[in-house]
């Protein structure tokens, strides 16, 4: 089995692990994003594992691993796209990984470690008022002022 | 008294399967007019007869292997099916399950009778054993009849219960980006679960970013029920939602306190529009009044 | 308590792919057994974590998987057999936190959270550990919580 890339995205690491993890593997991308770090002079990974279906204590400890050594190094791990499933299994196996700081998409890790992401995404919040902005942003029909 | 040896409960259990098979007719002509068989099979009086057949053959197989007491015997396979059917009709029209086993038990003096004729000339000992051996046949029959009736219940009662918790969990949109569960009533280990999983799979679905449950509606919160809470608000933020847990009456809070249960970092509001609002702050946004209209009392006025 | 249904399946636990080939099988197996997803999501997570286990503490070994039926109710045992030193003391192996070797020590103590049923047998020639787990919960879940 390859090893899994990690992808140098300005100054951020991305990395998105996919189908079956062979033990060996997750040992070499501790490694391998510990070196990258440094290399890159990265202050933020982010890794996706929206595509396992599974996560055991050995996975567990290697992902809190991978964020503790980031830490070290200085920059900011963000775990994404945890399923229910393996979240709930997790949970159960004991493992709740307090100190690993976790997000929905990988948008919205880039914007918890604020990285530059496109804005197509204004769809959200279609009444509600920025907080960072006083005026009401609608993109489609909010015409009904004066 | 002397225990019978086994010579002679061999040739009880053999004169008792012969007897029930030479007088299978008779047998099941007295029993078509059982309640049992009478009241279920409503067509015809054959069509008793004919079950009440197929339970004597039944019961000729299980008396001819010798075991009569075996609760497993395969000899009540072939009957199983149709036990069930009668009785489950009896149970539908308001029978008790100790008034079916009565009408089972019922069924033993035709049983015993024809035996008694049948045997009329062998030895007292050999009619005895063989009445002896028939009465256990039979209270095998009722112990299998009750055993497929609570069967049918705990089905019905897993069935029923697997209702119950799908369609007592909504998940509710507040806002794009916030859901909320509102639970009601008293949670168990296995609705806890359904919530959860819904709960984590509404997620998903939303997108969400801020979950929010609300318990006013729990009526109890002990040792379990805050574990649960606990196992949920650490999964969703495994998934990178933030949980907020609202509806703490002050009963509850005093409860959670004088149990000792420690909610740790869990984010509490007591009421669900307080949860609400620091939702709504978590994902960057706030509520303020529009300046040309009249301002409305409360944080109702979202 | 359960009977059988079908073939017992015998899989090898010698090495990193071992373990790989253990979880695709006890999904494939649990999918077909009609189980849900977290249902299937906890089994695969205690089979790895207990095949983990047979080969780091117990040298290695197999696993024997069957599905087995009770009140028409499916479910799928999983045993793992090594012939390692056998564990010490089983109680403080099933305490949270313990290890003998790497890990976070949730190996056996996390892996009984996730099924019905979980036993163990060890000796100074090698250690069994059984699982059960059923497609639906028993009715009432709160007795097979220990």
Not at chain 1, 113 to 141: H, I, K, N
Not at chain 2, 65 to 72: F, I, K, V
Not at chain 3, 33 to 48: D, I, N
Request: charged share 20%; net charge negative.
């Amino acid at each position: 089995m390859s090893q899994i890339p990690v992808i140098p995205l300005g100054d951020v690491l991305f990395v998105s692990i996919q189908g079956e993890l062979y033990d060996a593997v997750a040992l070499s991308l501790q490694d391998d994003v510990t070196n990258a770090i440094q290399a890159h002079n990265a202050r933020g990974v982010i890794i996706d594992i929206s595509a396992l279906d599974m996560v055991d204590s050995f996975l567990g400890r290697v992902l809190a691993e991978i964020a503790g050594c980031s830490r070290l190094l200085g920059a900011d791990t963000v775990v994404t796209g945890m399923r229910p499933a393996v979240a709930i299994t997790l949970v159960e196996l004991g493992l709740t990984l307090p100190e690993l700081r976790t997000a929905r998409t990988v948008e919205d890790a880039a914007l918890m470690l604020g990285v530059w992401v496109s804005s197509r995404t204004s769809r959200a919040a279609p009444v509600a008022v920025r907080q960072d902005e006083p005026e009401a942003m609608d993109g489609g029909s909010g015409t009904d002022g004066p | 008294m002397s225990e019978p040896d086994a010579t002679t409960q061999r040739s009880a259990a053999q004169s008792v399967a012969d007897v029930l098979l030479r007088r299978r007719e008779q047998v099941a002509q007295r029993w078509a007019e059982l309640p049992l068989f009478r009241t279920v099979f409503t067509v015809t009086r054959d069509e008793a007869v004919e079950a009440g057949q197929s339970v004597v053959d039944a019961l000729a197989v299980v008396a001819s292997s010798g075991r009569p007491g075996d609760l497993e015997a395969s000899g009540f396979d072939p009957v199983r099916v149709q036990i069930g059917r009668m009785s489950a009709s009896r149970s539908r029209a308001g029978v008790s399950v100790g008034q079916v086993a009565a009408e089972v038990a019922a069924l033993k003096d035709a049983v015993v009778d024809l035996l008694k004729a049948e045997l009329e000339q062998e030895p007292a000992e050999i009619r005895h054993e063989a009445v002896l051996f028939a009465s256990e046949l039979l209270a095998t029959l009722r112990l299998v009849t009750l055993e497929t009736m609570l069967d049918d219940g705990q089905e019905i009662i897993v069935r029923q219960r697997q209702q119950l918790l799908e369609g007592a969990t909504p998940v509710i949109k507040l806002w794009e980006g916030i859901v909320a569960v509102p639970l009601i009533g008293t949670l168990d280990s296995a609705r806890s679960q359904v919530v959860m999983e819904s709960l984590l799979e509404a997620i998903v679905a939303q997108q969400a970013k801020v979950v929010i449950l609300d318990i006013t509606g729990v009526s109890t919160v002990d040792t379990l029920v805050a574990q649960h809470l606990m196992k949920t608000v650490a999964s969703a933020r495994l998934m990178g939602a933030e949980c907020i847990v609202s509806g703490i009456r002050p009963a509850i809070a005093q409860t959670i306190v004088q149990l000792g249960i420690d909610l740790g970092s869990v984010i509490t509001r007591s009421s669900l529009a307080d949860a609400l609002a620091m939702a709504l702050h978590r994902i960057g946004l706030r509520v303020h009044s529009a300046p040309d209209s009249p301002p409305v009392a409360g944080p109702a006025a979202l | 308590m359960s009977t059988p249904v079908d073939e017992t399946v015998r899989l090898r636990i010698g090495s990193d792919a071992d373990l790989s080939a253990v979880r695709l099988q006890v999904r494939a197996k649990a999918q077909a057994a009609g189980f849900g997803l977290v249902q299937q999501t906890k089994l695969v997570t205690a089979a790895s974590e207990l095949a983990r286990n047979t080969l780091v503490h117990g040298g290695g070994g197999e696993m024997e998987m069957s599905e087995v039926a009770q009140a028409g109710v499916h479910g799928i045992k999983l045993a793992f057999t090594d012939s390692g030193p056998g564990i010490a003391d089983v109680e403080q192996a099933l305490a949270d936190g313990y290890t003998s070797g790497n890990g976070l020590g949730m190996g056996l103590g996390g892996a009984r959270r996730l099924v019905h049923h979980f036993d163990i047998d060890t000796r100074s020639q090698g250690t069994t550990v059984t699982i059960v787990s059923w497609a639906t919960t028993p009715v009432d879940p709160r007795a097979v919580l220990r």
